[in-house]
């Protein structure tokens, strides 16, 4: 069994893929719409990541409450965190929680898209990368 990709219900599809791609660095693969479920949908990808975008054209949607534990979450795992926090800021991304670190091992930082779905950005170090 292999990971395909993680999925996030979003109000607006022009501003959420304007968002991962602009702002996170996603790329858009396709978009399209099924008449028959109703549901407006597209597939985006960075590196080895894929997210679906989906969007009810049934009911309005109406935005999660952000809360510990952040649960659910889509992780990405980044190289640098300090770096990727600075461009989270520079594009104003809210940032929910953190960034947060154990000394020598992890560090990690949630934040939201338009719709108050969750991401993390982690970054391993060398030490807990080679325990995994």
């Known amino acids: 069994m292999n990971f395909d990709h993680f999925a996030f219900q979003v109000s607006d599809m022009d501003s959420s893929i304007s968002f991962y791609t602009e702002k996170l660095g996603f ?11 109703e549901e407006e949908y597209a597939f985006l990808e960075h590196e080895d990541a894929r997210l679906e975008l989906i969007r009810d054209l049934k009911r309005d949607f109406k935005k999660p409450e952000i809360k510990e534990p952040y649960c659910p979450h889509f992780c990405l795992e980044v190289e640098d ?14 940032i929910v929680h ?13 934040f939201c898209d338009p719709d108050n779905n969750i991401l993390e950005y982690i970054q391993r170090y060398k030490k807990c990368r080679e325990n995994l």
């Open 27 to 37: 790329k858009l693969k396709s978009r399209a719409t099924n008449e028959k479920e």
């Open 98 to 110: 953190g960034p947060i670190e154990i000394k020598g091992d992890v560090a990690w930082v949630y």
């Open 81 to 94: 965190m300090g770096s990727s926090v600075d461009l989270l800021r520079k594009n104003g991304v809210p």
